[in-house]
Every structure is written in structure tokens, then in C-alpha cells.
């Protein structure tokens, strides 16, 4: 189970938009349709933000959208504002009941 | 409200047992599959077990298999996760999470606990 690869930071100005990837192998990621993308602000627990390569659940914006090709997936925000200054982590469904998470990416709101 | 609420953290020395307990509340527990994702500090997050809303199936990252144990019971709303042969490594915030409103998705969690921390040092 080895952890899904993340650049470990991103930036981006108000208003401007950011992609972050999330890359694994044929074996997870690029297996599965089961994508998830959770952001974290510091001492918070983690919230979902996409679910499925690029369900939004309810309440999320639609500034946080979510696609996959092969096996990396990504996720785009659009329009940054200063809260969304978060990390943020992938995670796939790697079959066999297992999951595996990235190592993060800490976004930077300049 | 729906609302997870996690317990026994604390300090252990390497070798040594800890069980963490997770109490729901505001939803139907029997049937939530159930979860525990740690953080170690300053570090990023780790799967480490799951388990089904009947308890029947229970599933373990490699890292922990063998020694943590996940259990459920329906009757007090309560998930649990047995920790014995404690590492230094599993110094962790431990979550407990789980899924309402994306219920049949993999690896989606729309609830989450605010997370007890576990340390293990001699």
C-alpha cells in the first residue's frame, strides 16, 4: 500500500484558479473510480470535499471540482479565496477493501 | 446532530495496549460502515481500518494488521479500535469517520470525529 504521490505545495492569488494532482498507479487510482479529496485546515478534522473522481457532496462549492486521466487524478479550484488556504489530500480505493491516501498538498493563498 | 465523539487517547510506552472508543450519535450506527484514519503530527493522513455496519467484515491497512483490532457495538453506538504492540510510529491523532450522504462510495467520508491522540514513548 504504497501512499499516492502529491506535489507538497501550491499557490495561487485571489481569485485565480489552481489544479493540484494526485498520481498513483493502475492498481488504485487508475483502477478505480473512487477518488476523494479532503481539505484540512490546521488542529480541524478533515472535510470531503469530492467524493467519486468528481461528486461535489452538499454544501460544497462549486469552485472545487474534481477529474482523473489515467492514473492521476486532480482537483481544481476556481475563483481562490483566503479560506481555502487548507492542506488537501487524495485518496483511492486500491481493491481488497484497502485505501491509500496521498502525502498531502498545502495550498498558499498569496 | 450528526455527531462522532472519540476517547481513550493518551500516553503508552512501546510494547504496550490502548483502546480508543468512538460513540455516534444522529444517525442510524447499525447501518454505517464505520472507520479509523490517523494523522501523525505534522504528517499526512493514513487509512487504518474499516468496518461494516453489521461488524461482520472488518478490513486493516498493512501497517497495523496484526496488531489493532476494529470492533463494533450496534447496541451503544460505539465503534472501538484495540491498539496493542504500540510503535513509536503509531504516535497519531486517530479520527473515526464514517459515511451518511455518500453511503455507497469507497474511501468517502462525510463525518468525522474531532480525533484523539495517541503517543507512545518510553
Known amino acids: 500500500q504504497s501512499a499516492l504521490t502529491q506535489p507538497p505545495s501550491a499557490s495561487g492569488s485571489p481569485g485565480q484558479s489552481v489544479t493540484m494532482s494526485c498520481t498513483g498507479t493502475s492498481s488504485d487510482v487508475g483502477g478505480y473510480n473512487y477518488v476523494s479529496w479532503y481539505q484540512q485546515h490546521p488542529g480541524k478534522a478533515p472535510k470531503l470535499m469530492i467524493y467519486e473522481v468528481n461528486k461535489r457532496p452538499s454544501g460544497v462549492p462549486d469552485r472545487f471540482s474534481g477529474s482523473k486521466s489515467g492514473n492521476t487524478a486532480s482537483l481544481t479550484v476556481s475563483g481562490l479565496q483566503a479560506e481555502d488556504e487548507a492542506d488537501y489530500y487524495c485518496?483511492?480505493?486500491?481493491?481488497?477493501?484497502?485505501?491509500?491516501f496521498g502525502g498531502g498538498t498545502k495550498l498558499t493563498v498569496l | 446532530e450528526v455527531q462522532l465523539l472519540e476517547s481513550g487517547g493518551g500516553l503508552v510506552q512501546p510494547g504496550g495496549s490502548l483502546r480508543l472508543s468512538c460513540a455516534a450519535s444522529?444517525?442510524?450506527?447499525?447501518?454505517?460502515?464505520m472507520s479509523w484514519v490517523r494523522q501523525a503530527p505534522g504528517k499526512g493522513l493514513e487509512w487504518v481500518s474499516g468496518?461494516?455496519?453489521?461488524?461482520?467484515?472488518?478490513y486493516y491497512a498493512d501497517s497495523v494488521k496484526g496488531r489493532f483490532t476494529i470492533s463494533r457495538d450496534n447496541s451503544k453506538n460505539t465503534q472501538y479500535l484495540q491498539l496493542n504492540s504500540l510503535r513509536v510510529e503509531d504516535t497519531a491523532v486517530y479520527y473515526c469517520?464514517?459515511?451518511?450522504?455518500?453511503?455507497?462510495?469507497?474511501?468517502?467520508?462525510?463525518?468525522w470525529g474531532q480525533g484523539t491522540m495517541v503517543t507512545v514513548s518510553s
Open positions: 469517520a464514517t459515511k451518511i450522504a455518500v453511503a455507497g462510495s469507497k474511501g468517502a467520508f462525510d463525518i
Open positions: 444522529g444517525f442510524t450506527f447499525s447501518k454505517s460502515a
Open positions: 485518496i483511492s480505493y486500491a481493491g481488497n477493501n484497502n485505501l491509500v
Open positions: 468496518i461494516s455496519g453489521s461488524g461482520g467484515s472488518t
